[in-house]
Structure formats: C-alpha cells, structure tokens
C-alpha cells in the first residue's frame, strides 16, 4: 500500500465513497444535561432545524425521548451508551422513525458529553447492503469517537477508540493527530479535517481507509468526518467516527445480498404478499424455515391496532402471511397461508409480543413440562423435521405490534448467534416499514371500499320506466379504490334518470367526493332539470366544493374533477335525452343486436371551470332498447386502447334475448381477467314503453269552460280504468291545476292522464313560471289551491318545458282505487 504522499486521493486513507453510495448519518453533541451543544448539516436536513434553533437548547425538541433528559442520560450511562429504534420530531410536526446510538465522550477535565448518532430507517432501507459507511455506524458495535477543534486538537473521546489504534485517551486528549501518531497516515487524516472544516457546514466527507492497531497489525476500519456546528452556524471542530470491518466482513456480505434482494420487499401494498417476501428472503440466505404471522387486523385493514405492552390476557390472534423453506413441500409449516396461528399462552412468542423484544433459542430442546412439550403440534414437526435452533423476531412500527417472523434452522447445523439475530431483526424492521404502509393502506382501502359501497344504490329502481342491473369492481389494491358511481333516479310522470361518473383519483378522498357528487346529482335530479342544465349546476357546485376546501383563501381553489352522463328516459314517448361532461358515451343495442354509441358532445370535466355550455341530444329508442353506461376502468387497459375496450363492451352486449344480470358478468368478464387499471362500473338498463291503454292526454282551449271540462274527461278515463276510488280526488287535483294554467298561462293546455305504478296528472302550459304554495289567510279567496292538492296527492312538482312553458303533476296511490292494478 502506497504511503508516501499526503494527496487524499492515493491509497494511503483509502477513495471517498460518494454521497450516492451512503444513507446520511446525523450528528449531535449533548451536554450531561442533555442540551445540544454541536449540530451538523446532516441532522439539519433529516430533521429541518438549523444549528441555531437547537444549539444551547434541550435535546427533547428534537428527541421525544430526552423529555425526561437526566432518566434518560442514567440509563445511557448504566449501559455504557444506548442504541436502537426510536422516533425524533422533523420541524414541520411530524415523527421520523430512526435507528440512534448514544455514545459517551469524555474530555481533559473529567467533563462528559454525549454524541447522538441518528440514520432515518427509510433511508437504511434502501441502503442496506450496499457496504455504506453509516448503516455499519449505527449498527456495529464497539465504534470509536474522536471529536477535535479548530486546531485539530483532540476535546473529547470515547474509551473504545483506543482499541482502534492502540493510543489511550491521556495521550490522545490536547493533541494532534500527527503529535499523538506521527506518521503518513496521520497527516492525510488532518489534510481531509481541514477540507471538512473549509467546506463549510454542509459536507460530510466519508473514506475507506486502513489504520495500524497497537499490536502493529493492519484491520479494515470505515472512518467518517463531519464538521460540527455552533449556534451561529460556523463550524466548530470535527467529529470522527471509525468502526473495525473486521469482524463483520461476513455480515456485510450478507447485507449486501439482502440490500439487492430487498428491491422486492415492499413490491406491492398488499401485506400478505409483502409477508411472503420477507420469508422468501430469509431463505436460505440464514435461515431454513421462515414463517411470517401478522396481527389479524393487519391484513384485512379491519378493527383497532394492537399497541406493544398493552394486549393484556388478550393474546392477538395471528393470521399467517408468509412461509418458506428449503425442503419442497415446506414440512416444518404447522400452518397455511391464510390460517390462523395458534399462539400457546405460556410460551415465548407472547413475551416477544407483549414486550416488543426479540427471543432466541440458540439450541431447542423438548424438555419435559416446557412449554413445547404442551404443544404437541409444534412439537411433532420439531422432531419431525430435526428443528435446532431458532429465533422470534417482533414485527412493529410507530409501537404498534404488526406480527412477528420466526427464523429456524433445520439442515444448517450451526446455532444461532447473536450476529444473526441482528441481521434478522435488521430484516425484519425494514419488512416492518413495508408492512405498516401496506397495513394503513388496506385501512384506508377498507375504508374507502366501505364508503363507496354504501353511497351506492343496493336496489336499482327503474319503475316501468326500465329494467336495470349493475356491477362494480374495484381497483386493485395497488391502485385504490375509486370515485365510481351509478344510480337510477325515478322521476315524475314515470320518466327515469339514468346516471354514471367517475371522480379523478383513488382512495378514501375519492370515496368521499364520490358520495358528495352522488347527493349533489340526486339533488338536482329532484328539481327536474334537464340533462344540460343539470350538469352546468354540478359544475357550480363541484367548484364551489372545491373552493370550501381550499386552506388558503388567497389561493385557486384545488381542481377537482370528475366526469358525469346523464340522461333522462320517458317510457312515454320513448325518447332519452342525455348530456356528458367529459364522460364516455353509451352504449346502446337495439333489439336487433345492432350497436351504437351515440355521438354526444363531450363537454368539459366537472370542476374544471371552463365555462362551456354543456349540450343534450335527444334519442327515439325502441321499446326494448339496450342501454349501457359505465366508466373507463371498464374499456381501458394497459394493453388495449379505450376504443378497442367499447368495441369489446358492444360485442359482449349485442347478445339475442339473455338476462341483464348474464350481460353484467359476460361484459365484466375483460376487467376481472386482468390486474384492474382502475375502477369499472356497469349500469344496463333495458326500456320500456306505455301504450295507450296506459296514458291518455288532451289540448283543452284556455277559456272558462275548461276546468268543468277537464273534470268530465278525467272520471270517464278513471272510471274506464277502474278507478273510481280515485275520481272525487283526481277531478279537485285537475280543476285547480288547469284553473292556474287557464288564469297565468296563455294558449292550449295539455292534460295527461299515465297509469303506472302510480296515477299521474301533468298539466302543461306556456308559462315558464312555477307556482307556489301560500299561506292563505282566513279572509282570502285566492291561495289555496296548491295546498290543496298537496293534500290529496302522494307528492307533487312542476318541470320546465324545453323550449318555453312548465308541467304541474301530481301523483296519486293506486292503493287507494278500488280494483286498481299495479304494473
């Protein structure tokens, strides 16, 4: 090895290892009293404090668990340091989970101080295994700590350095490294202090190197340089950190496989496959048989989170998630996947579940009365397939207990060690990270799933308007579940609404807006508007959402969007009239099978704010019309383009004379086959018509005779309809309300008579508007008509008339007719 050069770039003190290569590792320096007395540019950016918001103040602004600063620093101090999981506070509220270690310094004068060496677990995950620098900080022990000023003079020092190079602490504190171990290795040393020192405070300078021990041999050491700040930013000294490789070069082989492998960890936010994932990779790579058991609330997102120390007699109940072995057939597996585990009350994996620490068994015996003596199950496969040793790792997050992981061996002849019960626990922890996302996930898709099924209509009510059937499937669970929905709304004079959107988005939000566009489009319906006018006031209101949302008044309100069709059918006329913001259009087949999907105006999205007019075509369809609306998760896929998916829906659908529930599966049949691009609805509604012998109308002149007039033909069509019952009640509801149109309206009146499952009256006129009821006095002559009729009828409304004019109806029970029929 080349000695005989100062340069930092030759061998002598080993390359640098680009910041890409390591996790950044954040230093503090604590005072006894637990007060930050140096920062770095490291712990400013895993935490967001700057070095003079923390420097001269307790520690516990940033470390929760320094809130009690003298407990804490006992315990540090009785265990000769204190290294593990915990969560530290970023500047913007949130909690951070982060491997720490507290190491004790000591200085000239008998003084202590306390270096917190902290690494965000996130970061460790995606590192591991890659020979970083850092992850070997956090998780070998012992580490050496050097912490030097401006002249590079050692201040202070831990005791396990000196078993790094053979120098003690006397001889170290007050000096140089080039005073204390002349030499060239010492001068490259200080040569890379000074370049952290003239860096400034936002470098952290890291180097392989090879350092001499006292015993004059030569050990792999990794070595760390980072300039430590004051409160006014400016550096203070320099904090080194070395740690031997040595005896951990086999370990870190394994860390490295497991860093390549660990890509897949996580692939997915579905927790039983994550499960799966971690027992295949600690196998074999240290371990014979894994098995991998959650919490039940885990996997289905279901009930309240398991917390550690807190379960009580209460044992969880654990669901399996994830096996392997290296035997075909997995013998060693007492349970399947998807089983329930039984959990012995008096073993370890309740100890290991209600404290929160790993166990292991370096040898496993069947001692007589012990534990796995009374479980004849576990018993019998360990002698059946020759299990020796084994560890329970604990799977937890944020201290909520997740499951947990035991490790076997069974062919591998060697015990357990401790090395390896930290490797696992290693595993397991960046597994835990995965788990736990994955398991918030599948509560908010629970959650969300939950909401959506519930805004949605159970039973489809199409009158004798149409027959309809529906289907919905959600996304899976990589993508969420999201903002679909569908609904038949009956309207007055036996006309049906047929509606279907889709909120941009996925996810318990979407869910959410879903059922507040939902309520909004049942709303409007109620009004009687038609199909453009209805969407231009869900534009309004989907904006005016938004704009409540927003936090800041000064901003734009956050878009939106959704997209909606929405049509109206009367049975009547056979005629469908629907509008589209944005949504793709219908399907429809006629009796004939022939498919077509009407050219509609597209119009914008909702909530987008573009203000164009939305646009309605009418349609005439024949009685036993197919019509199909449904939403892009149904058409569109990876592989094939939107066009390509309504032409397949069309081929699905142009079926001769089967079931609408046999349309739904065979249309939804392309979705289920295939992973979900995103939610797909299916609303079929096939039509129907009412001939004459159920709806008669009539033109009356408007003049003083046509109210007497009205009555007459009224109880002759009831009285030919069997409806007599009906008569004295029918013949007020028309005088008054071809009184008003005769008295506000000018020219023809129309009055129609429609027998459905109810009796409907409509009266038309040219005046566009609406009446009202009054509150007339006792003296009035005038105002009481409406009341009236709200009296007699079942309910009642009026609607515009395209074009110009209104429809007053009012409905009646058919109960109430003597031989009535209901269709």
Known sequence: MTKTTTSTDRVALGRQIHTSDVSDTAFALLDEQGTVVAWTQAAEQLVGYSAGEVVGRSAARVLPSFAKASAFVERCRARDGWSGA?????????????????????????????????????????????????????????????????QLRCTWVNDAVESHNGISRDRRLGSRMTDAWPGIEAEVAEAVMRRVLRSGSTKVHEYRTWLPTGRGEENPFAVSFSCLQGADGRGLGVCVISVDLTESQQERERLAVLGEAGTCLGSTLDVMQTGQELADLAVPLFADFVAVDLEQSVPF?????????????????????????????IPEAAWERGEHVHVPPASPFIDVLRTGRSHMVPVLNIAPGSWIDRDPVRAQKIRETGMHSAMVVPIRARRTLLGAAVFIRTENPVPFQVDDLLLAEELVSRAAVSLDNARQ????????????????????????????????????????VGGDWFDVIPLSGARVALVVGDVVGHGLDAA?????????????????????????????TVQRLAEEDTEDPHQGAAV?????????????????????????????????????????????????????????????????????????????????????????????????????????????????????????????????????????????????????RARNLVARQLAEWGLEGLEDSTKLIVSELVTNAVRHGTGSIDLRLTRHQVLTVEVSDTDACSPRPRNAGTSDENGRGLFLVSQLSRRWGTRPIPGGGKVVWAEADLAHASGACDR
């Open 86 to 150: 915990t969560a530290v506070r970023h500047r913007d509220g949130r909690m951070l989970d982060v491997c720490m270690r507290m190491s004790l310094v000591r200085g000239q004068d008998g003084g202590t101080r306390w270096l917190a060496s902290v690494t965000d677990m996130g970061a460790l995950s995606g590192e591991v295994g890659n020979g970083s620098v850092q992850e070997s900080i956090l998780d070998r022990a012992p580490i050496g700590v050097v912490v030097r000023d401006l």
């Open 301 to 329: 997102g279901e009930g309240p989170p398991v917390r550690i120390g807190s379960i009580g007699e209460r044992f969880p109940v654990l669901r399996r998630a994830g096996v392997a072995s290296t035997r075909p057939g």
């Open 441 to 480: 996930y599948a509560r908010e898709h629970t959650a969300a799933l939950a909401v959506q099924r519930s805004l949605l209509p159970r039973h489809l009510r199409g009158g004798v308007a149409v027959e309809a059937a529906s289907r919905y499937l959600p996304a899976d669970v990589d993508r969420g």
């Open 512 to 540: 959410v807006a879903m059922g507040r566009l939902r309520t909004a489009v049942r709303t409007l319906a109620d009004m009687e508007l038609p199909p453009d006018e209805l969407l231009a006031r869900l534009d309004d």
């Open 560 to 708: 939106v969007g959704a997209t909606c069709l929405y049509a109206v059918y009367d049975p009547v006329t056979r005629k469908c009239t629907m509008a589209t913001a944005g949504h793709l259009p219908p399907a429809i087949i006629d009796p004939q099978a022939r498919v077509t999907f009407p050219d509609l105006p597209t119009g914008a999205p909702l909530g987008i704010g573009l203000g164009v007019p939305f646009e309605a075509v009418e349609l005439e369809l024949p009685e036993g019309s197919l019509i199909a609306l449904y939403t892009d998760g149904l058409v569109e896929t990876r592989e094939d383009d939107i066009g390509e998916g309504m032409r397949r829906l069309g081929t699905a659908l142009a079926q001769p004379n089967p079931s609408l529930e046999d349309l739904c599966t065979r249309a939804m049949q392309p979705a289920r086959g295939q992973a979900a691009f995103d939610d797909a609805s299916l609303l079929l509604v096939r039509t129907r018509a009412l001939g004459p012998a159920q709806v008669t109308s009539w033109t009356l002149p408007s003049d003083d005779t046509t109210a007497r």
